[in-house]
């Protein structure tokens, strides 16, 4: 069975991806507000879930 280009994951858009986790990670340790903390952290767990989404349908 053969992919379709649609199939074909994007590199700019994993690397984009990586790059938004990475920098929520960064983010999270230089954060000293727990209620900000809270948020990058919830916004880090969609980040990871969205790409968990992704990385399954290919």
Known sequence: ?????DDT???HVEM??????ASLLAAIEQEKIPDHLTKL???L???LVG???????N
């Not at 790409?51 to 349908?57: A, F, I, L």
């Open 9 to 11: 994951p994007d590199p």
């Open 51 to 57: 790409k968990r989404r992704r990385d399954v349908k």
């Open 45 to 47: 767990q969609n980040a």
């Open 1 to 5: 069975m053969s992919r379709s280009s």
């Open 16 to 21: 984009a991806v990586d790059q938004e986790i």
């Open 41 to 43: 952290a919830i916004e």
